[in-house]
């Protein structure tokens, strides 16, 4: 962490006090849309095609995707062409000092560590000086790495989601330092998040065996692949994986979940047995998804013992307890064992609505129709979409004798149902049941 609060507060100041003058050109435009959907090098493509034809009052997009494309020399011309328009740009600056630190030209940086009131910057000295002297290559490349993390490390600020700015800062790490293997793992992750998975994987391709990110690296690869629509060719590329880092126990899990979310079960459970043989931290947690492959495959029987061996494991898990209850209920047993274990879970985790409507429902199967009303209203207000909650409302309000609201919501849940909610044609049946038009 950065220990000195002024600099990460200077930083995030910067950091979004930047304006883009739009223009009319047809090129900026096309620039700006790729900008924001973080397309760098169709930035780049328009800015070294239409250059001349621009009509801008600052290059910072341009200057941004040349840096996280990791072209230094074109990011250089960028930031020379916005120090004419604003010599006191950071972001171009700080191109400068790092084209200045590789080349090891130290009376350059020495000039531009200073503005033109020969005040010295906090930005960069934090950056590229201790004591007054200029860092080694690793401490300049980890320091700018620090803002990085820093900047990141607060899930509730809106900075964090500035992925181009996250970016550019990661890429100005890793052309100080190519070493910086933690640098490179970070911007595989930032694109990751972006779900550009194509050069997600090349960052992460970057990372040797010999680092302690490679397997972590590996791993976010064959994430990645699961998240493809090519099923058979994202099954064959995570097993190459598997076998290539000697069925790494993280990487052969993500082939079982793949499984579970194509539906493929007993692939997914001879794997997920395999795994809970090797007797893992999170057994309790494999259990579970095996006990979801089973329930998915019609085998309730057997999903049941390993939702209870999981809780045996792990008392307080809400999912599983939620999972657990939710299945009694349905079947309608073990009605009162079931709220309690529901009350207990949505306790641990009151934002989830999915335990939420589980205990909606068990208010329902105990009659409580008013409680159950009020705690699926609360669902539908937190995801205003999820069908088989809008179609729990409906059972609920014609239970009420609310019988015009209860078509009204389940017209909702027909519409907006899934293939894999599997209601459709149950909603149907209501609604020709009921009368609804």
Request: hydrophobic letters at 40%; aromatic letters at 14%.
């Amino acid at each position: 962490m950065i220990k000195n609060s002024k600099v990460l507060i200077y930083f995030l100041i910067l950091l979004f006090a930047k304006t883009v003058l739009a223009s009319t050109s047809s090129s900026y435009l096309i620039s700006q849309t790729a900008f924001n959907n973080h397309d760098f090098t169709k930035v780049l493509y328009e800015y070294n095609t239409n250059h001349k034809n621009y009509n801008k009052n600052d290059y910072l997009d341009e200057l941004i995707s040349a840096v996280v494309t990791e072209n230094l020399i074109v990011a250089e011309k960028i930031a020379a062409k916005i120090l004419l328009i604003d010599s006191s740009n950071q972001e171009a600056r700080l191109v400068k000092l790092v084209k200045a630190f590789n080349e090891k030209k130290e009376n350059k940086i020495n000039v531009l560590r200073f503005d033109e009131y020969k005040n010295k910057n906090d930005l960069f000295e934090f950056l590229f000086f201790l004591e007054d002297k200029i860092k080694s290559k690793n401490a300049i490349s980890n320091s700018f790495l620090e803002i990085v993390k820093s900047s990141y490390s607060d899930s509730d600020s809106k900075y964090s989601k500035n992925y181009n700015f996250l970016m550019f800062y990661t890429s100005l790490s890793i052309l100080i330092d190519q070493d910086n293997y933690e640098a490179i793992f970070i911007k595989g992750q930032l694109l990751q998040m972006i779900n550009d998975y194509f050069f997600a994987e090349k960052m992460y391709l970057k990372i040797p065996n010999k680092s302690e990110y490679f397997l972590d690296a590996q791993r976010n690869i064959a994430f990645n692949y699961s998240k493809t629509n090519k099923v058979l060719d994202a099954e064959n590329k995570i097993i190459k994986l598997i076998q290539k880092n000697e069925n790494d126990y993280q990487l052969t899990k993500i082939l079982a979940d793949f499984y579970r979310i194509e539906k493929k079960y007993e692939k997914a459970i001879n794997i997920y047995s395999s795994l809970i043989q090797q007797d893992h931290s999170d057994s309790w947690f494999i259990i579970y998804l095996r006990g979801i492959c089973y329930e998915r495959s019609g085998n309730w029987q057997k999903a049941e013992i390993d939702f209870l061996k999981s809780l045996e494991i792990k008392s307080n898990s809400p999912n599983v307890l939620n999972y657990l209850a939710y299945g009694w209920i349905e079947r309608n047993q073990k009605i009162q064992q079931s709220f309690e274990m529901l009350t207990k879970a949505y306790e641990a985790n009151p934002d989830s609505y999915y335990i939420l409507d589980s205990l909606a429902w068990a208010h329902y199967k105990k009659k409580e129709y008013k409680k159950a009303a009020e705690l699926m209203e609360k669902v539908i207000d937190m995801v205003p979409g999820e069908a088989i909650s809008l179609d729990h409302l409906g059972d609920i309000y014609l239970a009420m004798n609310r019988k015009r609201e209860a078509i009204y919501f389940w017209k909702q849940a027909k519409d907006l149902a899934e293939p894999e909610d599997e209601i459709t044609e149950k909603v149907k049946e209501k609604l020709r049941l009921h009368n609804a038009s």
